[in-house]
Nanobody, 109 residues
Framework: QVQLVESGGGLVQAGGSLRLSCVGY????????MGWYRQAPGKQRDLVAS??GYADSVKGRFTISRDNAKNTLYLQMNSLKPEDAAVYYC????????WGQGTRVTVSS
């Protein structure tokens, strides 16, 4: 079983950038099925980026990438908007692994 540990969140001004990281411990990712999710307060957790594509709300601003040697998944987030504020998680697109603690992104306007 893979243990997922997300990091890289923080407070950023609107228009700024952050890069999130997700390290998998215990086993090698199935990178082709990995994605990034986010959950804002009071809302459901949504898939926003995967190897297959991006949600319309982040398309053109977010980029998913990976480092196989480090068993790490990344999410580069540019041109951040207040509505991007959420806790971000990584997992497979079907939620195969146990969820990590996530990393919180706060965007000030």
């Amino acid at each position: 079983q893979v243990q997922l540990v997300e990091s890289g969140g923080g407070l950023v001004q609107a228009g700024g950038s952050l890069r999130l990281s997700c390290v998998g411990y215990g086993s090698t990712f199935d990178f082709n099925s990995m994605g990034w999710y986010r959950q804002a307060p009071g809302k459901q957790r949504d898939l926003v980026a995967s190897i297959s594509g991006y949600a319309d709300s982040v398309k053109g601003r977010f980029t998913i990438s990976r480092d196989n040697a480090k068993n790490t998944l990344y999410l580069q987030m540019n041109s951040l908007k207040p509505e991007d504020a959420a806790v971000y998680y990584c997992n497979t697109v079907t939620g195969t692994y146990s969820w990590g603690q996530g990393t919180r992104v706060t965007v000030s306007s």
